[in-house]
């Protein structure tokens, strides 16, 4: 059923008219406009649609949109401020954590979570937080050591 | 500025302009071939800026960084000034498609010839303008000045005015690798930026305006034909459209959620598939029904090298089907417009589809356009892009742009898989521990890489079938087709683990065996540079260390790896702690690049030797998601460490295959070394190690 649902995205306050029980990752991309969040497998087990939702690592494409009204939603476009690219994007630059790029928004953003959570994760930790989150280049290692040296530099703007 | 205009103000003979590019649709060759003409791959701007147009697609593996890096290379620019554009059918020259670590073997020294060939005539451009001869000259990011006078200079952008040069010399040389101050070097990836902060466009992010999404109906088992169907109650949603054409039934809506609800809707009812094969019954079926074999080699004599054989060892080598399985499923947007059809594609190959769209919609090849934003993985499963045949179908007939993505069931359903196959292979030790003879019979995966690395005086190699195609109807019950380094991982499976069991039948160390048997020295280098890097010492097999050592020679591309493993008896489970690979593909354009692709190997390799096999039951994808298809994690990934072989001496070869294809071999064989089992069948699951450990 067609509702107004208010939430906060990407710093801005933001009304859409739609059936709340459609799921957060269409809304963002189709009605939206913001296409930077992914949809790799629809059911929530790859993580490319991760966005952000009051800090927590959340998966989009089973979030119904009734679920993020008056929250806070960040997606991959909100994350670059006024200083530049996030330090995580930062980190990711740099190590070339990326390959095809499809996966990168959604492990960027779980570990800007993660870092959020635990500033000095160990590999252990890095790998449970990012499990849920699929590559199928083999950036793994990389997205590692981004990660590592993001914790380093304080990761968790 | 105009043709005369331009002579006058060069003075240049034979060097002119003929119109302006930008904007302009090029009508290159429709023949397959890649060019001579240099400009149909570069055009300078005013601002000196190089626009490099090539047809391959970026799709993860770094093509896009290293062929710029040539084409700055070449033309004495710098890499920043050079601004890549692919995979499109209107404005880049034709290629074959993106596949077989191709892009810098094959294309780098066609883009590398134009770009020679550029140069060379910017410097008589400049000698003119400048009034110099060309020997005076030096270049120096893409501003040409005189030596010992370097305020008389002029920019490449000057010179061309973004406009085309119509002047060509013949022999002109590459530059030698010695003088290189690019190439070899690590840059910052052309695709970083884009990529980390959610710009980069895949074609799902294209939408032209009024752009429906469509979700088609697909059949629940290969096979199954359709009896009736019963759209009423998708109909009574608002906004929905149905289109229905001979085997076509879409369903279309604003919004992509919108068209898969109103596709649930859709009663179908089928006649089930009449295939009765599963993912078990499945290598039988193959031994019976494929084509006969083809000898690959026939060295020596088999029967005489029996005779030497004082000890024999045969096996049969299984792997299951594997998914491609890219993070970015199949995707297509089509527009139609003005008698002109526009396709987006996620395809590896913008050419070949483009001629596949002009056959399947009886249009002319300049009334087609394929265009290739960034693709999210391709691994050889996106060679076609089948929903782009859907969308261009469906936009003629809806008269709006439709896109049609590809869920992930679908992905897992129509996706064309590694064929499952069957490797025999037999062989035997003569009294000095050498292999008197070797048989191998690849059965329904093919040829590539089923000739042995070693110096084998008695062998016969065969294949039967393969991905390629020849094979006959029903051989196997979905489409199956390339998937990164197509039969190269089979065979090599079987091969390597072969000539591990051959080693512990003699007691000899793995790598000495294999040594013994080796007689290009570039094979021979990269065994022992892994060696060395691994800190390798010599022992029998099964040592109980869990070390495992595998080489392969993928395209001239020589690979030898190392590994790590430790297997949890009680559980099954095998935890790869570290690979080392050593890697000699020539001239390394890319150093980081070529790692980052080795690294990509290692890890998805793990997958199809420890988790991935598509499991099926009379037609059925029984995988339709990553919950029960488990490809690579995190908590899996080893430690991974890549040494590249300086080879100046060879031309830069492929980097985004060679890895791959030793590492099921490399994780039986170090599963082997550490509990003294052999696992015969990839995927190596818990199931399958628990299984042996009983025996």
Not at chain 2, 517 to 522: G, S, Y
Not at chain 2, 529 to 550: D, I, N, Q, Y
Not at chain 2, 661 to 679: K, Q, S
Request: with cysteine; glycine share 10%; proline share 6%.
């Amino acid at each position: 059923m067609a509702m107004t649902i208010s939430f906060t995205l990407n710093g801005r306050p933001v009304s859409v008219e739609a059936d709340g029980s459609r799921m957060l990752a269409y809304v963002l991309r189709s009605d939206l406009g913001l296409t930077g969040t992914k949809i790799g497998c629809g059911e929530g087990l790859c993580g490319a649609c991760t966005v952000l939702v009051d800090g927590e690592a959340t998966r989009s494409c089973t979030t119904p949109l009734s679920a993020v009204a008056g929250r806070l939603v960040t997606t991959i476009e909100g994350l670059e401020g006024l200083a530049g690219l996030h330090p995580v994007q930062e980190a990711f630059l740099a190590h070339g954590a990326y390959q095809c790029g499809f996966c990168t928004p959604g492990m960027i953003l779980s570990t800007v979570a993660l870092l959020q959570k635990t500033p000095k994760p160990d590999r252990q930790r890095v790998a449970e937080a990012l499990d849920g989150n699929l590559c199928r280049c083999g950036a793994h290692v990389r997205i590692l050591a981004a990660v590592e040296a993001a914790a380093a530099k304080g990761g968790a703007r | 500025m105009n043709r005369r205009d331009f002579l006058k103000a060069t003075g240049a003979f034979g060097l002119f302009v003929t119109f302006p590019l930008s904007g302009a649709v090029q009508e290159h060759a429709e023949r397959p071939g890649y060019p001579k003409d240099f400009n149909a791959y570069f055009r300078i701007g005013p601002d000196g800026r190089v626009g490099c147009f090539v047809g391959k697609v970026e799709m993860g593996q770094g093509a896009m960084t290293a062929l710029a890096m040539l084409a700055a290379e070449e033309l004495d620019v710098p890499l920043e000034r050079v601004d890549m554009l692919m995979g499109d059918t209107d404005l880049c020259p034709w290629d074959q498609g993106t596949w077989g670590s191709l892009s810098v073997w094959q294309f780098g020294p066609v883009l590398r010839g134009a770009a020679a060939e550029a140069r060379a005539v910017l410097l008589q451009l400049a000698a003119e303008r400048l009034g110099v001869p060309v020997e005076r000259l030096q270049v120096q990011a893409g501003i040409v000045s005189v030596s010992g006078a370097p305020a008389r200079r002029v920019g490449y952008g000057e010179l061309v005015q973004g406009k085309r040069i119509e002047k060509h010399l013949a022999d002109v040389k590459v530059k030698p690798v010695a003088q290189f101050t690019q190439v070899g070097k690590d840059a910052p990836r052309k695709d970083g930026r884009a990529k980390v902060t959610g710009t980069a466009k895949f074609a799902a992010d294209i939408l032209p305006p009024g752009t429906l999404q469509a979700c088609l109906l697909r059949p629940p088992a290969h096979g199954a034909r359709l009896l009736s169907v019963d759209t009423s109650e998708a109909e009574k949603l608002p906004g929905v459209r149905i289109i229905r054409e001979g085997d076509l039934l879409a369903v279309l809506h604003v919004r992509p959620d919108g068209a898969r609800e109103a596709l649930g809707r859709v009663k179908a009812k089928y006649q089930p598939s009449p295939s009765t094969l599963d993912d078990q019954t499945i290598f039988e079926h193959l031994l019976k029904a494929a084509p006969p074999a083809r000898e690959l080699v026939a060295r020596g004599s088999l029967l005489a090298g029996e005779a030497l054989a004082v000890q024999r060892l045969d096996a049969t080598y299984l792997n299951g089907y594997v998914a491609h399985a890219p993070m970015e499923p199949h995707t297509a947007v089509a527009q139609w417009d003005k008698g002109r059809m526009t396709v987006w594609a996620s395809t590896q190959a913008p050419f070949l589809l483009k001629g596949q769209l002009v056959q399947a919609l009886g249009l002319k090849p300049r009334e087609v356009r394929v265009i290739t934003p960034y693709l999210g993985g391709g691994f050889g499963g996106k060679g076609g892009c089948p929903p782009a045949l859907e969308a261009a179908r469906l936009a003629r007939l809806a008269g709006v742009p439709v896109q049609v993505t590809w869920s992930r069931r679908e992905e897992f359903f129509l996706d064309s898989f590694r064929p499952a196959a069957v490797v025999k292979v037999r062989a035997g030790l003569d009294k000095g521990g050498r292999i008197a003879f070797w048989e191998h019979h690849v059965v329904a995966a093919g040829d590539q890489e089923a000739q042995s690395v070693y110096d084998l005086p008695h062998q016969r190699i065969q294949s039967s079938g393969g991905w390629m195609g020849g094979n006959p109807p029903g051989l196997h019950p979905f489409a199956i087709g390339a998937w990164r380094a197509p039969a190269a991982n089979t065979n090599v499976h079987a091969s390597e683990s072969h000539m591990d069991a051959l080693a512990a039948l003699a007691k000899v160390d793995p790598l000495e065996f294999r040594l013994k048997h080796l007689k290009n020295p570039r094979m021979v280098g990269v065994l022992k540079a892994a060696a060395k890097a691994f800190g390798w010492t010599p022992k029998a097999g099964p040592s109980g260390r869990g070390f495992g050592v595998a080489c392969a020679d993928h395209r001239d591309t020589l690979v030898a790896a190392m590994a790590e493993v430790a297997v949890d008896k009680k559980t099954g489970e095998v935890q790869v702690k570290r690979v080392v690979v050593a890697q000699d593909m020539g001239v390394v354009v890319h150093p980081d690049g070529a790692r980052q692709q080795v690294e990509g190997c290692v890890t998805m390799g793990l997958g199809y030797a420890l988790t991935e096999e598509v499991r099926f039951k009379n037609g059925q994808v029984l995988d339709e998601n990553f919950d029960t298809y488990r490809i690579p994690r995190f908590a899996q990934v080893p430690l991974i460490q890549t040494i590249l072989i300086d080879n100046p001496g060879l031309p830069a070869q492929g980097g985004g295959e060679p890895a791959i294809v030793v590492m099921g071999a490399l994780i039986a064989n170090a599963i082997h070394d550490a509990v003294g089992i052999r696992l015969l069948q990839l995927p190596m699951t818990p199931e399958r190690v628990k299984q042996a450990l009983k025996v």
